[in-house]
């Protein structure tokens, strides 16, 4: 921290992350003035681990929302750093990312938050084509400067400022399986069709069923060079598009 003198919060929302919690933890612990964790509830073990750390890690117990953004936007209201790192516990910063960020000389500048490059880890190898790279999220933002619109699971923070892009990339590890993927996948989904049914929207058969799939996987496979990825690549297209088909069943069961 020699080269930092603004304090940096390093917030990571959990809820039941036992066996992720120290990916972030580990990765970037020493470089934080303060770790907080903005928990939903866990039962495992995740804040038994996370205290472990040190007593740099405070705990926000809270309710568990299905837009689990709104525990990133209660870390921005109960942070005390001047500056926030957010991680997802099955995120890390690469060394290469961790020492760019040891560099930084954030007193007196006039930037306000800073997008990081990720790297997805999918069935064994990060996908670097298909769009899924460089996947750029803003994580490194002036508490002060920013908010979430909570509108959208997938959304990025919005900074009130300027905001520039560190060269190194984050490494999301959320797929080290690929159940854990469709895990994923389906909750994704299910909260895309709530959506829709909160919406009062009814979603248009020949679109989620045919358009949307067929132009989602053309545009990941073959404009966005996903066949480069290989097999993974392929699969990671064709999930994409058929999660279409998902939405359009859930809403239906949904009674939109």
């Known amino acids: 921290m020699a080269t930092r003198s603004p304090t940096l919060t390093l917030a990571i929302p959990t809820f039941n992350e036992e066996k992720n919690i120290r990916i972030p933890l580990d990765s970037a612990y020493d470089i934080a003035d303060e ?17 472990s750390y040190g007593n740099k890690v405070r705990v926000l117990s809270v309710d568990n929302p299905s837009n689990f953004l709104i525990n990133k936007q209660r870390a921005i209201e109960n942070a005390n750093g001047e500056w926030i790192l957010q991680l997802d516990a099955d995120e890390r910063l690469s060394e290469e990312l961790k020492e760019e960020m040891k560099n930084l000389k954030l007193d007196g500048s006039d930037v306000s938050g800073f997008w990081i490059p990720r790297k997805n880890w999918f069935l064994g190898t990060y996908l670097m084509k298909g769009g899924a790279y460089p996947d750029g999220v803003l994580r490194l933002y002036k508490r002060q400067k920013a908010h979430f619109k909570l509108e959208n699971v997938h959304e990025n923070v919005i900074i009130n400022g300027k905001t520039a892009w560190m060269k190194n990339a984050l490494e999301h ?40 799939p067929l132009l989602t996987f053309l545009s990941i496979y073959l404009r966005h060079k996903g066949f480069m990825d290989g097999w993974p690549g392929f699969v990671w297209a064709f999930f994409s598009s058929i999660r279409y088909w998902e939405i359009y069943r859930k809403a239906g069961i949904k009674k939109v």
């Open 173 to 212: 590890l959320a797929d080290p399986t690929f159940i854990r993927y469709l895990m994923r996948w389906h909750r994704y989904n299910t909260f895309d069709a709530e959506q829709l049914v909160q919406k009062g929207e009814k979603p248009c058969a020949p679109c989620y069923l045919f358009g949307k």
């Open 35 to 51: 770790v907080l964790i903005v928990d939903g509830g866990s039962t495992d073990k995740t804040v038994e681990i996370a205290k």
